[in-house]
């Protein structure tokens, strides 16, 4: 059913409960997983020198590198690992990777924010799952006990 599942991380400990999923679908369906970090430098870009702004973008391709190296590290000796290190929207950047042509399905991890919060903050995985063309299972974690599996996945559809 699954040929290919893409797995956006930020990097950060909670992104280990959607990975646990991802790790499990992937090895389930024989699937590659394919994990994918976003440079999302266009905060910095008011900064008044260029070379800052060089300097920062550099930054953060490399804590990509290293969180996209993280997850193919914590894989399964099973589970195929693709990476990639990309710049631009997060949101835009993982729907254009959740093509029917590139991948199955998107496995995401969501903070589960509602109301205020997530008017003011925003949410990438609400906007990948409006946008995306093929399935997004939401994972929602909990920051204290991140890689618990705990709480159960949720099927998100349009």
Same mark, same amino acid.
């Given at each position: 059913?699954?040929?290919?599942?893409? &797995?956006? /991380?930020?990097?950060?400990?909670?992104?280990?409960?959607?990975?646990?999923?991802?790790?499990?679908?992937?090895?389930?369906?024989?699937?590659?997983?394919? /994990?994918?970090?976003?440079?999302?430098? #266009?905060?910095?870009? +008011?900064?008044?020198?260029? /070379?800052?702004?060089?300097?920062?973008?550099?930054?953060?391709?490399?804590?990509? =590198?290293?969180?996209?190296? =993280?997850?193919?590290?914590?894989?399964?000796?099973?589970?195929?690992?693709?990476?990639?290190?990309?710049?631009?929207?997060?949101?835009?950047?993982?729907?254009?990777? #959740?093509?029917?042509?590139?991948?199955?399905? %998107? %496995?995401?991890? /969501?903070?589960?924010?509602?109301?205020?919060?997530?008017?003011?903050?925003?949410? *990438?995985?609400? =906007? *990948? *799952?409006? =946008?995306?063309?093929?399935?997004?299972?939401? &994972?929602?974690?909990?920051?204290? +006990?991140?890689?618990?599996?705990?709480?159960?996945?949720?099927?998100?559809?349009?």
């Amino acid at each position: 059913m699954y040929d290919r599942i893409l &797995v956006p /991380t930020d990097g950060s400990p909670e992104v280990e409960d959607a990975l646990e999923y991802a790790f499990d679908l992937a090895r389930t369906h024989d699937a590659t997983l394919r /994990t994918l970090y976003v440079v999302n430098a #266009a905060g910095y870009s +008011g900064l008044p020198m260029e /070379t800052a702004l060089e300097g920062i973008t550099d930054a953060l391709h490399g804590k990509g =590198r290293s969180a996209v190296d =993280r997850v193919e590290e914590r894989a399964p000796d099973d589970v195929a690992v693709e990476r990639e290190v990309r710049e631009g929207s997060p949101s835009h950047v993982i729907v254009d990777e #959740a093509d029917p042509d590139e991948c199955d399905l %998107v %496995v995401m991890a /969501t903070h589960g924010r509602g109301g205020i919060g997530r008017l003011l903050l925003g949410s *990438v995985t609400e =906007r *990948v *799952v409006r =946008r995306a063309s093929v399935p997004v299972l939401t &994972v929602q974690v909990d920051p204290e +006990g991140a890689g618990d599996r705990s709480g159960e996945p949720r099927l998100a559809a349009e």
